[in-house]
């Protein structure tokens, strides 16, 4: 058994590289086309009038996750889950080829579909497993259930365990959390407990002849899979996988998480697939585990342009015990009520990680998509939704997503449980996401454009530190630093941190301003461009720490300051993160101005080029209307000067 140190050391990428077989050109050009350019749509499955729209180009997305409780899926519970060969309108549409109204995320609908391309081959096909090694021996967690509790493993349970109730039931259960912990990383090995009849099985269903796998990560019982379809090969590349397990110690693996980050052409995409702390009643211990994960995997969610998180995150739907006093029926019944009646909002209401997101007590800025489905947990392994007794119907397998960008976000289109699959006491879901291609930036004058940057009047409140330090004791700074580096120009004038401000959680820096310049040479660049602002804590001793990161838009502040947007400024407000927990506020003003005139961006109309060019003509300092996560707050005198300049 390895060590935590080891453990820890292990945080290395690892992947699987397939080389794309040879397609013909016109396989690639039919793929390619939901990317590069715009089309009209293809055959009508309704037999209905043809009716041509124009598709916005992007990333057609798919997100699965599934518990499989230790068990191979059937073909069929495959099928119901993963698109065949990654084909979208298997997933998007019903066997008598009707749309799955039912499943559309709120605000979407068949006419907002229709400038998204709903046939094809998905771009990205991610899916994330939990317990998802085979078998009913002593290194999973099915076989430490069937030897702790008595279960046969198809839902039935022994004479034994009959006979003992349901007292020791919940006990032993919970003894086989902590025996599962200390044996849950064992099991790799395709011989003992492996994934390899199970990875085939997904391999072949998902097709090598349409997709590479960029990233195959096996962490104890959890597994990560990222198919990218094969035209797309040659403009991405896996940038970084890490695993942080969260079990017995924060040792073993039995709960983990898996982290991934790949960039296709300029756009960095994180995916993080995770099991955390089972039960009724851990609701901290499952934030406190997600904040671990994202420590042990450098949260990419933060530094990506694009994130998304999944898994069997196990958060449990809290009913009430008692109601004016009094005390109320058992939980799981109340619950079964609410599902009988197929008040999916009354239960929503109560589920844990909604309640995580509304009280930021986890992955702050994060969104998933209103459960209009039934609950995932605890079923019986049989198709439809028929919950066993001894839990509390929840929606404990989750998908959500996050966008770090202002000038475009991702958009959530299906999001559904697969009733259909019979081999787990959870229910899958998946969810299909779209994120548009960035619009073109055309710029002239490129090998001469200096764009100019301040950040003044930065104030911190509220500052959170590391645990062990009292909130008063806080020796801190705050530095910014640019993404991609390569744009920041070399110059004595450039300042990138601040002083240090002794034994404080508000310190203010209200005559200090942070200075530098980038140079706007190359719009691949300019794509994607952040800036991050972080608030450190100084420690002469033990070394400096982060306190917490915001991360702004450079692209936009760019764009604005052409005009694309042309709007007053005012004071910025964000919010500090550190592994999905907001510890903190800054507030800062930022300014921007050219080096020389600005670089004319062609997506802008003859008019809006005149009263820009003016603008410009009148004055060389310009303030960002927006940066991302950023709420304005403007000064009359500010909105004058916005008013002024359009």
């Known amino acids: 058994m390895r060590s935590r140190s080891q453990e820890r050391h292990s945080r290395t990428t690892h992947t699987n590289h397939h080389h794309a077989p040879s397609r013909s050109r016109s396989q690639n050009h039919r793929d390619r086309h939901s990317v590069k350019s715009s089309a009209s749509s293809s055959s009508n499955h309704n037999n209905d009038k043809h009716i041509h729209h124009h598709h916005r180009s992007g990333l057609r997305i798919f997100i699965g996750t599934a518990n499989l409780a230790n068990t191979v899926p059937d073909p069929s519970s495959l099928a119901a889950f993963l698109p065949h060969h990654g084909k979208v309108h298997h997933v998007l549409h019903n066997a008598d080829h009707t749309l799955k109204s039912s499943s559309l995320v709120d605000g979407v609908n068949k006419s907002t579909l229709n400038h998204v391309d709903t046939h094809g081959k998905f771009e990205i096909i991610a899916v994330g497993l939990q317990e998802a090694t085979s078998g009913n021996n002593i290194v999973t967690t099915a076989g430490i259930t069937a030897a702790l509790t008595g279960s046969t493993g198809n839902g039935q349970r022994s004479t034994f365990s009959k006979a003992m109730g349901a007292t020791i039931g919940k006990p032993l259960d919970m003894m086989n959390n902590f025996v599962g912990d200390a044996v849950g990383g064992v099991a790799k090995a395709a011989d003992v407990g492996g994934i390899k009849k199970l990875r085939d099985s997904i391999v072949q269903h998902i097709g090598t002849e349409e997709y590479t796998i960029l990233t195959e990560f096996q962490r104890g019982e959890v597994v990560l899979f990222i198919f990218l379809r094969n035209d797309l090969t040659n403009q991405a590349k896996v940038c970084d996988v890490r695993g942080e397990n969260v079990g017995f110690g924060s040792i073993m693996a039995n709960k983990c998480g898996i982290a991934s980050v790949i960039s296709v052409g300029t756009t960095r995409l994180a995916f993080l697939s995770a099991h955390l702390a089972a039960h009724e009643g851990q609701y901290k211990l499952r934030n406190d585990n997600m904040e ?3 420590a042990g995997t450098n949260d990419p969610t933060l530094t990506s342009h694009h994130a998304f998180v999944f898994g069997d995150l196990n958060y449990r739907c809290e009913l009430p015990k008692q109601h004016n006093g009094q005390e109320l029926p058992k939980e799981e019944a109340n619950a079964q009520k609410i599902v009988a009646s197929k008040a999916w909002d009354q239960l929503y209401k109560l589920d844990g990680l909604n309640k995580a997101l509304q009280n930021k007590d986890a992955l702050v800025g994060f969104q998933t998509p209103k459960c209009k489905f039934p609950p995932t947990f605890k079923v019986e392994k049989k198709e439809g939704f028929y919950y066993q007794t001894q839990r509390t119907p929840s929606y404990t397998d989750r998908i959500l997503y996050k966008s770090n960008e202002n000038t475009r976000s991702v958009e959530p289109i299906i999001y559904e449980a697969c009733g259909k699959c019979t081999s ?14 960035r619009l073109p930036l ?3 004058n490129l090998s001469s454009s200096v764009f100019n940057i301040e950040i003044s009047g930065i104030t911190c409140k509220g500052l ?14 705050v530095r910014v630093r640019c993404e991609p580096e390569e744009m920041l120009k070399s110059s004595a004038r450039n300042k990138f941190k601040t002083s240090t401000i002794k034994t404080s959680d508000r310190p203010m820096w209200r005559k200090e301003t942070l200075k530098f310049s980038i140079n706007v040479t190359c719009k691949e660049q300019i794509a994607g461009s952040s800036i991050y602002l972080e608030s450190v804590q100084e420690n002469m001793i033990a070394g400096d720490s982060v306190i917490g990161t915001c991360v702004f838009d450079l692209e936009e502040c760019i764009r604005n300051s052409m005009g694309d947007r042309c709007g007053g400024g005012g004071a910025l407000s964000f919010e500090l993160l550190r592994y999905g927990k907001c510890v903190g506020k800054l507030t800062c003003d930022l300014s921007v101005s050219w080096g020389k005139d600005p670089p004319t961006n062609h997506m802008v109309s ?3 080029k005149k009263s820009t060019q003016e603008t410009h ?14 709420h304005r707050k403007e000064s009359s005198s500010s909105s004058e000067r916005g008013h002024r300049s359009k």
């Open 424 to 437: 787990s006491d959870h229910k899958p879901v998946r969810g299909v996401f779209f994120l548009p291609n």
């Open 617 to 630: 003509n009148k004055t060389s300092t310009h303030r960002s209307s927006n940066a991302s996560g950023a």
């Open 442 to 444: 055309s710029l002239d």
């Open 606 to 608: 003859d008019t809006n």
């Open 292 to 294: 671990e994960i994202l």
């Open 464 to 477: 959170k530190p590391p645990e062990g330090l009292l909130d008063n004791d806080i020796d801190s700074f």
